[in-house]
């Protein structure tokens, strides 16, 4: 995914929070008006290392439709460089695969040396739509992929995030971005009384577990399901406010990755996604600096 000459580029950068720091004493910029932006400029990061990828989104359709800026999908497919390169954007309401597919057409067409992208709306349920997706190897395990997970509260099932992993057995996993509520989460959990709904999206019985537990030891557990289930070796729970200024957490992004660098480009996007986005010419001079020896 990354050549070995690109790797020393990174070595000073931050590392990232470990799994077992207590983020929620920590100031972080991030809020829920901005998660999307999170998304976008982490990708914006990694593809001016990776030069390609493929992006999935399992809920692509926006969650609030007035509120553009906000939606993952349309900050991704719009960000410049347009070197990610395939698309699968899942929906299963009908009015958002109608804003979805529009989203999709309004982009600029393919070129013969320029966009060669694949632009792919998918209708139905992400849970069994992604199998048949992974299972016809529609896009190359050699190449970085990423899959957003911003479900609405539990949409999404264990056995969806446990064929992602398992999709690639060599090099790195697809990359995961899984938001786990918060603010709302006891009220869902208590409302739900459909059992086999939490038991789907938990993956098992001790989704029970949660309703006693301290808010941030949930997403210390699915970061540790994660890893230890999973295999995937960087888990970390980074922190959405509801507000700018606010103490709550709304939501917990836990980012699964494999790849050592790509924990170091995480924290680099968390503390800029509210700031101006800097120009390629930028970021690479940023990291050629750290290849200079010292003085």
């Known amino acids: 995914m990354i050549s070995d000459n690109q790797l020393p580029l990174f070595d000073q950068l931050p590392e990232a929070p470990r799994f077992d720091l207590p983020l929620r004493r920590l100031k972080y910029p991030v809020w829920t008006e901005n998660k999307a932006r999170l998304i976008e400029r982490y990708l914006y990061y990694f593809v001016l290392v990776t030069k390609h990828g493929t992006y999935i989104d399992g809920f692509a359709g926006p969650q609030e439709a007035e ?24 929906e299963k309401d009908p009015k958002q695969i109608a804003r979805v597919q529009q989203l999709a057409d309004s982009q600029p ?26 299972s016809a190897g529609r896009f190359s395990k050699k190449e970085a992929a990423f ?70 030891d949930r997403a210390k557990w699915l970061s540790s399901r994660l890893r230890e289930q999973l295999g995937y ?21 836990i980012h699964a990755t494999d790849h050592p660098e790509a924990p170091k480009l995480m924290n680099r996007a968390y503390f800029k996604a509210v700031e101006p986005k800097e120009p390629a010419e930028q970021f690479r001079l940023d990291f050629s600096r750290a290849k200079e020896p010292a003085a």
């Open 233 to 253: 070796v960087f888990v970390t729970p980074w922190p959405i406010f509801e507000r700018k200024g606010s103490s709550r957490v709304m939501y917990y992004m």
């Open 67 to 90: 509120k553009p800026d906000m939606w993952s999908a349309k900050l991704v497919l719009e960000s410049e460089p347009r070197w990610l390169k395939h698309f699968f954007l899942f």
């Open 147 to 216: 899959c957003l997970l911003d479900q609405r509260t539990f949409e999404c099932h264990w056995s969806t995030v446990e064929a992602l992993a398992r999709y690639k057995t060599e090099k790195y996993k697809i990359e995961l971005f899984y938001f786990l509520s918060n603010g709302w989460l006891d009220r869902a959990l208590a409302a739900q009384k459909d059992f086999a709904v939490l038991e789907s999206w938990w993956g098992d019985p001790d989704w029970c577990n949660l309703r006693s537990m301290p808010h941030l």
């Open 109 to 134: 067409p393919r070129t013969r040396k320029g966009n060669k992208r694949n632009i792919h709306v998918i209708a139905g349920d992400f849970n069994e739509s992604v199998h048949q997706l992974l």
